[in-house]
């Protein structure tokens, strides 16, 4: 049974990294990664998954649709907590004043943390609600494509 359940977990985890690659997200599995990520220059978006229902029923869908908008990110990373341990706390070292949580998304600046969407707005929600709290960061802090 305990082998089943490995199984399992593996095929969720790989939908789940397949989904947000697929949604256009680089996937961070180091912490060098995630540094040279989130230092880039311009906005960057970092989408902290898991395997939660939350995640899968809502997070990755508003991380997926919410791009598609007159402004948006110029960097979509991701990491996923739970798996890539060390990449994930690295990128969570750079959300000053904001506890772990997951799934979440972070807004980042030139390696600045701007805004944050944590679990608690998104679990309960729908991924439109979400989408729109996405959107209303990327006006504030993104450039029109």
Request: proline share 4%.
């Amino acid at each position: 049974m305990s082998m089943d359940f490995n199984i399992f977990m593996n095929d969720v985890v790989r939908q789940a990294r397949q989904e947000i690659s697929t949604a256009g997200y680089q996937e961070l599995k180091t912490a060098d990664e995630v540094e040279e990520a989130l230092n880039q220059k311009g906005t960057t978006l970092v989408m902290i998954n898991s395997v939660c229902g939350c995640a899968g029923g809502i997070a990755r869908p508003a991380a997926a649709y919410s791009v598609h908008y007159d402004k948006r990110p110029d960097h979509l990373v991701t990491v996923f907590a739970g798996q890539d341990k060390e990449a994930t706390e690295k990128a969570r070292s750079y959300f000053t004043g904001y506890p772990p949580s997951s799934p979440s998304f972070a807004l980042l600046k030139d390696g600045k943390i701007c805004s944050m969407i944590e679990r608690h707005q998104i679990e309960g929600f729908d991924p439109a609600t979400v989408v729109a709290k996405l959107q209303q960061e990327f006006d504030k802090y993104c450039e029109e494509i």
